[in-house]
């Protein structure tokens, strides 16, 4: 009469075993995907300090030539009716007849999103900060320097292509002292000076944005 007994208490043991293992089984995969992840995670997290890398270094540089087209436009601004043409004005000018630009090193970005790998990064603060800069901030950068850049090859060279008298490769400084004359007749005019100061406004903005950025 024992032998059905030891028999349930076999196959409660079996089952058990059974239990056990599957558990182990589950408890080992996930400490195996928990590994894989904090790997991945790590591996995105260097990824994205490489592109932002490359990213303030653009940012940096751009922001240092915008304050001295922003210094250039000033200079230009503070010239007295009647002053005399020199060298620094046509560098200024120069200086103003460029722009420009951001391209965002966001491959890291575009594949995690393409792959939803944002669930990798446990630091949510971090991954929100992440999103921010790259949905919102640098989409406000690109707007901004689009907006110089419109502005500079639409209203900007337009109107000096019309009124400046012409020097090759931009070397004002070789123009003859009437033409000299006239360069600065053009500079002091209300509608000159105006679309001067419309690109001082403008790079002040792209700066600001940028370094906000940044």
Known sequence: MAKPNRNFKYYIAELLILVLGISLSFVLNEYRQQQRDIKLEDELLHQFRDNLILDSLLLSSQA??????????????ELEEGEVYS????????????????????????????????RLIQNKTLLNEIIQLYEMDYDIVVEWASADRLFLLDDLLPYMNKTLPFARMLNFSSLNDAKRRDLMRVLAQDEARYLIQYSEIMKIGNKAVFDNAL
């Open 87 to 118: 060298d620094s004005v046509g560098l200024s000018l120069i200086w103003l007849m460029n722009y420009g630009g951001f391209y965002a090193s966001d491959i890291t970005y575009q594949e995690m999103r393409s792959l939803g790998n944002s």
């Open 64 to 77: 240092k030539l915008l304050e001295k087209r922003i210094d250039f436009a000033q200079y230009l601004l």
